[in-house]
C-alpha cells in the first residue's frame, strides 16, 4: 500500500523560499501522477502543481507558475516541491498526493486516492 511521507515546510519571511517533499513508502512510483496541494483556514484544498512520474508531463496553478518548481527524485523515490518568492498568501497545510494514472497529469482532489499527512507553510510580512 502507498504511504506518502511528507517533509519540509515551516515559516518563512515575505520574500523567502522553502523546499517541501514527498517521498513514497510502501511502495514506489512507477506510473503514478504526484501532486501538490494546499490548503488555507476557511477554504477549499487547492492544486498547486503535478508532475506525472515519467517526468514528461507537469503543470502548475496560476499562482505558482514562475515561483514553483515540482521536481521528481527517482534515487529517494521521491517528488519535491521548490517555493520561491513565498507571499502571505501563500500561507496554508500543504499536501502532496499521488495517483496511479499512468502518462495523465491530474488536478483535483477528486482523482487522488493518496495523501500525504499535510505540513504547514506560514509567510509572515
Known amino acids: 500500500q502507498l504511504q506518502l511521507v511528507q517533509s519540509g515546510g515551516g515559516l518563512v519571511q515575505a520574500g523567502g523560499s522553502l523546499r517541501l517533499s514527498c517521498r513514497a513508502s510502501g511502495s514506489t512510483f512507477s506510473r503514478h501522477c504526484v501532486g501538490w496541494f494546499r490548503q488555507a483556514p476557511g477554504k477549499e484544498r487547492e492544486f498547486v502543481a503535478a508532475?506525472?512520474?515519467?517526468?514528461?508531463?507537469?503543470d502548475y496553478s496560476d499562482s505558482g507558475k514562475g515561483r514553483f518548481t515540482i521536481s521528481g527524485d527517482a534515487p529517494n523515490n521521491s517528488v519535491h516541491l521548490q517555493m520561491h518568492n513565498l507571499q502571505p498568501e501563500d500561507t496554508a497545510v500543504y499536501y502532496c498526493?499521488?495517483?496511479?494514472?499512468?502518462?495523465?497529469?491530474?488536478?483535483?482532489?477528486?482523482?487522488?486516492?493518496?495523501w500525504g499527512q499535510g505540513t504547514q507553510v506560514t509567510v509572515s510580512t
Open positions: 498526493a499521488a495517483a496511479n494514472t499512468g502518462a495523465r497529469l491530474v488536478r483535483t482532489v477528486a482523482q487522488y486516492p493518496y
Open positions: 508532475i506525472t512520474w515519467s517526468g514528461n508531463l507537469i
